[in-house]
């Protein structure tokens, strides 16, 4: 089988383990909707502090979540003696990764799609001209998240204190691409033209690029037994 | 290193240092406008340098480690990970320390200040996951893909917190120097060179007596 073909194979399965169950996607979808509802008593929002904390508020929520989804990638797996049935399997390991980067990226996406509507309502903006820009975005920036976080939740899974470590792991690294998202977010929903955003979306860019790669190579030493 | 030699580059570190102090506090004149607080210039600079060149080790040894899974490049990479903390936490005390009277306030999100921080807390993560994280056999090689992964993401950092922070960057990008402040910051240099340098070369002593320790333990409680 082909590493393409390996790695289909790899994403079908969590796909269809995911359908079968919901246990991640609905979960993290309620996460998102309490971390909004918790920022809003925290802050206090409404009025015109909203433009400013909303893109902040609705990244935070987000990567929260995401740990929620990361943690399981591999927990499941170790728990019902899969990973060693993965392992097995002949040819790269390094499709293991692919797979489950891809499958991470997709339950992300999915989790902030449903809960952008939520955002919207109660926050009250009005969605229409910043939505294809908003979804480019998402797409970058759940990229970034599930590239390292997938590697990190690989790591961790081998751990002793792994929901304790994955977020420590995870936070510090993704700060550039957590930076450019919120900056990138705030200014698509001021309408300002693209050329203000290209930077940001150059950085997620590069993030992705540079740390999928990375986690491709890296993998084999990080799953071995 | 034997233990003469060693106790030579003691000697020689411990001289450095009082040199470094003679000339911060008695040799340099103070600076015109910000006055004597200034003078802590002389350790904020050299500090932020040697938490670099551990951070720059830590990527170095870890490439080293997966290629070869010699222990001694882990002992490198743990050592100067340890002491890139320790220089970045003296980065990080004495920024504020000197900010409070020249910019009115301890802690600005400005760019520098906030790459050091996160720079900082992705070493402090890495020494967690080496100390609470796992099983010793596994360690390592977690360990080494951490340090490389940490030390790419350094110009990721730099560049996204300056873009972001653009307005806010309060640090000069570019000084001059009166010649005796710059013959001052030239020794610094030197002595904290050799002071991370002696930390280093100590650290790893110690670390490959304790790898040495568990081996001897290791084969007591196989006979």
Redesign the interface.
Known sequence: MSFFSRTLAILRKDLLAEWRTKERLSPMVFFVLLTLLVFNFSFELGGAALHEIGPGVLWSAFVFASLLGLNRSFVDERENGCLDGLLLAPGDRSAVYMGKMLGNLLFLLAVELISLPFFTLFFNLSPGPFLLPLLGLFLLGSASLAS?GT?FAA??S????REL?LP??L???V???L??CV?ATALVLKGDELARIA??LQ?LT??VV??TT?SLL?FE??I?E | MSARLSNLFAALVFLSMIAALGAVFLYVPTERTMGLVQRIFYFHVPAAISAFLAFFIVFVASIQY?RTQEMKWDRLALSAAELGVLFGLIVLITGPIWARPIWGVYWRWEPRLTSML?LF??YV?YL??RS????SA?TP??A???G???F??VP??Y???N??AAEQQLHPQKIALEPPMKYTLYICYAAFLLFFLFLLQRRLELEKTADALTDLQQQLSDD
């Open positions: 390292v590697l790591m961790s081998n751990m002793r204190l470590l420590l792991l936070l510090p690294m700060m550039p691409a930076i450019s900056e930077p940001y950085i590069v993030f540079v740390f990375l890296l030493h990080v071995e | 997966l996160i807390s992705m993560a967690m996951v609470y994280g796992t099983s596994r090689r977690l080494s893909v951490l490389i992964l940490a790419v993401n990721l950092v560049y996204s917190v873009l972001w």
